[in-house]
């Protein structure tokens, strides 16, 4: 889910093929069930300098991903009235339908319309509230009545996905040097991940608008399925150059969070990322899943080796950004922040 990053950003223009570096989840680990060193230091080297890498054979089935893009392919091809039932209005819980051009991302409207969802739950009533953040806990919206098989695909990929957060997140322990379950502390129970099935469209009178601008996101590790339409891109830290990620077949794209930014001091990075606009008339479709913490989970700094901790620059903040180490603080900004209109229908009193 992406928080705003500086709107200056260069131009679309300024790219370059500067790779990706592509990692196997399937050679993670040795036969002992211990990881292998040299996937822990490609996976460190590439969050640590690029804050992107792209990863494949991670254990889909056979037929998995073509099943769920094709029925998020059926629900965005519904007419706008039966898309509207899922309206995200509706839900105190940012959940649901967002209509093209009504998610905010950098202060600008974005061109994608989505479908939002996390963990299904019951909604915590506002006097058992013990934070804000409660409510982002809540029930999803679907498509029952239109495209009943959608559902059930979702939450299969939800599962897939967490096993492979999971997984991930011990490797990253280990490439830090410490115990691979050092994270786990924060994510037993009930880890607030959420996902969005995106579609984004390209306006049909050519006009220059963002796909998604530029920003870094708010959770702990993003796992992104795109097509092959291109025009994701990354900016690496301490560069102005905007580098392409492109697509590689049922890969996963990977990014650090700016949760685990703030736990590593900055020696992983979470890096600033956009998408460009659509050739007029066209889409482009993609599938989010953010790998997050517990709501109530605080993150505290982990311990570096000294050769880490002398290349960790520290958190990068501004006033209009400012990072909470507590996951439900940093997520219940990001809700009110890109999505206005709920916010002002359903929880006004917390916009100051």
């Known amino acids: 889910m992406p928080e705003?990053?500086?709107?200056?950003?260069?131009?679309?223009?300024?790219?370059?093929?500067?790779?990706?570096?592509?990692?196997?989840l399937d050679t993670a680990r040795r036969a002992d069930g211990t990881f292998d060193q040299t996937f822990l230091a490609r996976l460190r080297t590439a969050l640590h300098e690029i804050g992107f890498l792209q990863l494949t054979d991670y254990g889909a089935a056979p037929g998995q991903i073509e099943e769920l893009t094709a029925a998020a392919g059926r629900f965005f091809a519904l007419p706008l009235e039966q898309r509207l039932r899922l309206d995200n209005r509706l839900s105190p819980h940012f959940r649901g339908y967002t209509r093209l051009g009504h998610e905010i991302t950098a202060g600008q409207a974005d061109a994608r319309e989505q479908i939002d969802f996390a963990p299904e739950q019951a909604p915590v009533p506002r006097e058992r509230w013990d934070a804000p953040y409660r409510l982002l806990e809540g029930p999803n919206q679907w498509p029952d009545d239109t495209v009943p098989e959608l559902r059930a695909l979702v939450e299969h990929w939800a599962e897939l996905l967490s096993t492979i957060g999971l997984e991930l997140t011990r490797a990253i322990a280990a490439a830090l040097a410490l115990p691979e379950d050092h994270f786990d502390q924060y994510f037993t129970g009930r880890p607030h991940w959420f996902g969005k099935l995106i579609r984004y469209v390209g306006a049909a009178d050519g006009s220059d608008r963002q796909g998604v601008g530029p920003h870094a996101d708010w959770g702990f590790l993003t796992l992104l399925l795109q097509d092959g339409t291109g025009g994701l891109q990354a900016r690496p830290a301490g560069t102005d150059r905007w580098i392409d990620v492109p697509p590689v077949d049922g890969a996963l794209v990977v990014n650090i969070g700016e949760m685990l930014e703030v736990a590593t001091h900055g020696y992983l990075v979470a890096t600033p990322h956009r998408v460009l606009p659509c050739a007029p008339g066209g889409t482009r479709d993609s599938i989010g899943f953010f790998w997050s913490p517990r709501l109530d989970a605080s993150l505290d700094a982990?311990?570096?080796?000294?050769?880490?901790?002398?290349?960790?620059?520290?958190?990068?903040?501004?006033?209009?950004?400012?990072?909470?180490?507590?996951?439900?603080?940093?997520?219940?900004?990001g809700w009110l922040r890109s999505h206005p209109e709920v916010a002002a229908a359903h929880h006004a009193d917390l916009l100051s």
Do not use: M, W
Not at 4 to 24: C, D
């Open 4 to 24: 705003q990053a500086n709107p200056s950003a260069p131009h679309p223009a300024a790219q370059s093929a500067e790779p990706i570096p592509v990692l196997r």
């Open 302 to 333: 982990v311990p570096l080796p000294p050769e880490y901790a002398e290349q960790a620059p520290g958190v990068r903040e501004s006033a209009h950004n400012v990072l909470h180490s507590r996951f439900g603080d940093n997520a219940l900004k």
